[in-house]
């Protein structure tokens, strides 16, 4: 069964701390994203990256980083967590190719961080 | 920029009636079209997609969707809604090739009994 796991399903974390969200996937794919979700607003793309050590910034980067070191693993860092970045965080991953094998993507089951 | 609009932010139906859940596109060239769903405390998961092959789109759990490029609509019914149905739907929208999706604000579904 393809898996795509998040490492922590719930942190709290104070403000100023750096704080790491790590997500692996089993299916090698090459694309893997980070969305944050908030009530009323959706997801909202983060960063994405579309190979190793490749990153591009999504609607919403501001006070995030990313890390793609190896293929299956998709790092978000919170260099200083702020009370503002309290959300459900997450990770998905797909193919490359055709919109048919992009647009499917498979998620984890969400990191929710509290930032105190 | 390629957009959905999900009008509604709550639907409620009682256990057996139709489902509809409202999705509007944006968008001046055809695009890849998908509704996902997400069960409480899970990630979200595929329910079907569009890609131009055709307009009625069949999913899993008895969903489908219709593409409607004369009003640019994208709605996904169920005919008989089913208690296990509850839980929070999402339109989103590709404009080609491999470029991240854009999710719609989401539909909470509620089913009563």
């Known amino acids: 069964d393809v898996k795509v796991t998040q490492s922590s399903r719930y942190l709290v974390k104070r403000t100023g701390e750096k704080v790491f969200l790590e997500c692996v996937q089993d299916?090698?794919?090459?694309?893997m994203f980070w969305y944050r979700q908030d009530p009323g607003l959706g997801l909202r793309l983060i960063y994405f990256?579309?190979?190793?050590?490749?990153?591009e910034k999504g609607d919403i980067p501001e006070g995030y980083s990313v890390s793609r070191e190896k293929k299956e693993r998709f790092s978000l860092i919170l260099e200083s967590a702020s009370t503002n970045q309290t959300s459900m965080y997450l990770c998905?991953?797909?193919?490359?190719?055709?919109?048919?094998?992009?647009?499917?993507?498979?998620f984890g089951e969400g990191s929710r961080l509290t930032v105190l | 920029a390629q957009s959905v609009t999900q009008l509604g932010s709550h639907v409620s139906v009682s256990e057996g009636a139709l489902v509809l859940l409202r999705c509007n596109y944006s968008?001046?060239?055809?695009?890849?079209l998908f509704w996902y769903v997400q069960y409480p405390n899970q990630g979200l998961q595929l329910l079907l997609k569009?890609?131009?092959?055709?307009?009625l789109v069949k999913g899993i759990n008895g969903f489908e969707a219709e593409f409607k490029k004369s009003e640019t609509s994208f709605h996904l019914t169920k005919p008989s809604a089913h208690m296990s149905d509850a839980a929070e739907y999402f339109c989103?929208?590709?404009?080609?090739?491999?470029?991240?999706?854009?999710f719609g604000k989401g539909t909470r579904l509620s089913v009563i009994a």
């Open positions: 998905a991953s797909s193919l490359s190719g055709h919109v048919e094998n992009t647009g499917e993507l498979f």
């Open positions: 299916m090698d794919h090459e694309n």
């Open positions: 990256s579309y190979d190793v050590k490749m990153k």
């Open positions: 968008s001046s060239v055809p695009p890849y």
């Open positions: 569009y890609t131009s092959a055709a307009t």
């Open positions: 989103a929208v590709s404009p080609s090739g491999n470029t991240p999706l854009v």
